[in-house]
């Protein structure tokens, strides 16, 4: 257990040697140094600021527009294939009608046309439909519905990151979480309110001609409320050009009504609705609809057929802005809730590094007196293993760019706390054996031999604890898990090795000394 | 002779010390289940600020004016000096703009510039999900605890091992029912790092026991656990003590998010050094540990 071999001193201070490369950039602040890389360890958003923000897609009203179009098409089959139904009910996923029982094949024959009931992947369905005596009762499947969740979360995220993309933030990272959340974070940003109304807003831009009381538009009119008045105006359903036909968008500024203002462009399909829909209204106002609230209602009086268009609504700067944004980005399938907000200031981040390396620094100091108070050389033995620890520690977080958190920091400080232990047992039963072993050599060979399995058990059980913890928690405690387990790995190998080689050195030369701890 | 020489009997009154654990045993779950636990925002949903003022304000000023927004119950109360404060909100807001609307309710309401430096945000689905994950993360570590020791031990020390850590942390919960401080995330974080240190301290004292067990199979098992307890006292003493120092540090020093979680670290330390010596020992003496740990050899010819 003393005899190390050249090749094994030569391997740890091979370590070393690595670990302080890795552990030296964290603290300069060199770009592209020719001599050491520029990882560093990564700072959670608790500790350099910055918002992480979890989004949930409200996919109700997706499912709910699905049910009305499956209703619609059925209808229209069963009147194609002229089966006589009654009693059509559409339910939140469902959908029940009853027909009469002589038609029974024919029924049988539509509802497995595919058409009707079309394949999801290989094997998959989208509805499941149950046959009764002269009931039928259908009911989306969960294949469905997480292929309408799918679909409109792998559209969302995409808009999310368009509409961060404009605001400029650095490194955002956006994933999906689950089958209908998107997971944002935000590092560095000082105040996320902006972006929070952004993502909020689902920005379904609809052209649309108010009503005229004698309209025989068979869609209908609907009355919606405009976003600045007390204002209610009657909209008809039908759509003349929607967002989708908008390829760009920019703030601007009216001279003539002294007011912001946003610009949009059309594209061709939608420049030429455009045109052949204001040529045949002039004199009618064309209400500008944003997420089911009239913006402004304008009237036309020329034909528009360059696919330019303005639209004013009493906008500050600001508000003009984030339009065109909105419009640019495209509009979200769904709404997207905010179920989960942690956003920390950069002050308070760097409040927060610092009273953790205060600690830090304390509580090693703390640590190493006492060390030396019990034990004297062999606490100093203990305590150059301490800081090799550290900077391993820090450099291993540096070389796998984990995160480091504020609760990751008290597991650093807790490390440096439960590192001494092993050299506590290694030491305490040095002792006992020099009770009943006059021979140095012997007696802290013996030692270091009888105490591994006791090292190992115990810190085999502290590092499930580890485990778990990564494998549950969450953004900050992960942190602290990561560094937990780091530590306990890279505590075994200071003391267990490194420190068994510093206390060889030292017993070969006291060999035949008498040897006090 | 120096403290740790001495020879104490550990297991004299090791029936009045069961006594005492069952008595904190019963009352953390009486507490647990009439005053409860003050449940941060990560279980309970809600929003938490923290914010800063340029001046000195008071927390009551600045409850009062929250109370005018319709914001649910709020709490209000001075964090780390009389310019700092913690406002804890009931509601989430359904509103995307609900934590800007209340900032600027508050710079009107009050006229003074306000910081806002530490915002949570948490809904009631996802409070119930980290609910759920905390008792299934703590209930994870506990089984693979006990799987552990088992294939390390024998059964009777997997089983004293987990009695001691279900005792480690129900006291631990007790003792937050009893102060109030505020059960959160990293609370749940600190339980499972008390369940890992209070494992290592009980694993190296049963060690100590299954060592002695095989060296000698006729001294007296009460005598056996104790001369266990005793070998390993300075260290368990020494280390808990270390452990102490640096989080009596991050406590003292490491700030007002960090307090909560090194207390439970500190109190956890106290009660796992505590029970690995006077319940987990114990134990294995109502169990009664197998003493013939001889292996079996083969005197055939």
Known sequence: ?517 | MSFYDNKYNFLKYKNFFMGISLIFFTFSIIFFFTKGLNLGVDFKGGTVIEMKFEEMNKSEDIRKSLLKINLGDVKVKEFGSNKEFLATIEQKGKNNDFVSSIKNHLEKDLNKKVDFRRVEVVGSKISKELTRDGIYSVLLALILMLIYIWFRFEWQFSLGSIIALVHDVIITIGAFSLIGYEFNLSIVAAILTIVGYSMNDTVIIYDRIREFLKKDDQKDLDELINDSINSTLSRTLKTSGTTLLALISIYFFGGEILKGFSFALIWGILIGTYSSIFVASPILIYFKVKRNWEEVVDTSP
């Open chain 1, 1 to 517: 257990m003393l005899y190390f071999s050249r090749f094994k001193v030569f391997s740890i201070f091979l370590i070393f040697i690595f670990g302080v490369y890795f552990f030296i950039p964290n603290f300069l602040s060199l770009n592209n140094n020719f001599f050491f890389t520029d990882k560093k360890v990564n700072l959670g958003l608790d500790l350099q600021g910055g918002s992480y923000i979890l989004l949930e897609i409200d996919s109700k009203p997706l499912i709910d527009q699905k049910i009305q179009a499956k209703s619609l098409d059925l209808r229209r089959e069963l009147r194609k294939k002229n089966i006589n139904y009654n009693n059509f009910i559409v339910g939140i996923n469902s959908l029940s009608f009853n027909f009469n029982p002589n038609q029974r094949n024919l029924v049988n024959e539509l509802l497995s046309d595919s058409s009707i009931n079309s394949n999801i992947g290989t094997s998959g369905k989208e509805l499941t439909i149950s046959v009764d005596n002269d009931k039928v009762n259908i009911i989306f499947t969960n294949e469905l519905l997480n292929l309408i969740k799918k679909n409109a979360l792998e559209q969302s995220i995409e808009i999310v990151r368009n509409r961060i993309d404009e605001l400029g933030t650095k490194e955002p990272n956006i994933i999906t979480r689950g089958s209908d959340r998107i997971l944002v974070e935000l590092p560095g940003l000082k105040d996320p309110s902006e972006i929070k109304k952004l993502l909020g807003k689902t920005a379904k831009l609809t052209f649309r001609f108010l009503s005229n009381s004698n309209d025989e538009n068979s869609l209908g009119v609907e009355i919606l409320n405009s976003p600045k008045k007390d204002f209610k105006y009657n909209v008809e359903k039908r759509i003349i050009i929607s967002g989708e036909n908008l390829i760009d968008a920019q703030p601007g500024f009216d001279q003539l009504s002294n007011s912001s203002v946003v610009n949009f462009k059309l594209d061709n399909l939608g420049a030429r609705k455009f045109a052949l829909a204001s040529k045949n209204n002039i004199g009618r106002n064309l209400a500008i609809v944003l997420d089911n609230e009239v913006i402004s209602a304008p009237v036309i009086r020329d034909a528009i057929v360059t696919g330019n268009g303005q639209i004013s609504g009493n906008f500050s700067s600001q508000e003009s802005n984030e339009l065109a944004i909105l419009l640019r980005s495209g509009a979200l399938p769904a709404p997207l809730n905010i179920i989960e907000e942690r956003s920390v200031g950069p002050d308070l981040g760097k409040e927060s590094i610092e009273k953790g390396v205060l600690s830090l620094l304390i509580g090693m100091l703390l640590v190493v007196l006492y060390m030396i108070y019990n034990y004297r050389i062999f606490g100093v033995f203990a305590n150059i293993s301490l800081f090799a620890n550290l900077i391993l520690i820090v450099s291993t977080l540096s070389i796998f760019g984990s995160t480091l958190t504020l609760p990751g920091i008290a597991g650093i400080i807790l490390t440096v706390g439960m590192a001494v232990d092993s050299n506590v047992l290694i030491y305490e039963r040095v002792k006992e054996e020099l009770k009943i072993e006059k021979n140095n050599l012997i007696a802290f060979d013996t030692a270091y031999k009888k105490v591994l399995t006791t090292i190992l058990d115990s810190n085999i059980t502290t590092l499930i604890a580890a485990f778990v913890l990564y494998y549950m928690g969450s953004g900050p405690v992960k942190g602290f898990a990561i560094t937990l387990a780091i530590g306990i790995i890279s505590t075994f190998f200071t003391t267990y090795v490194f420190g068994r080689y510093l206390v060889s050195i030292y017993v070969k030369k006291n060999k035949e000394n008498l040897i006090k701890i």
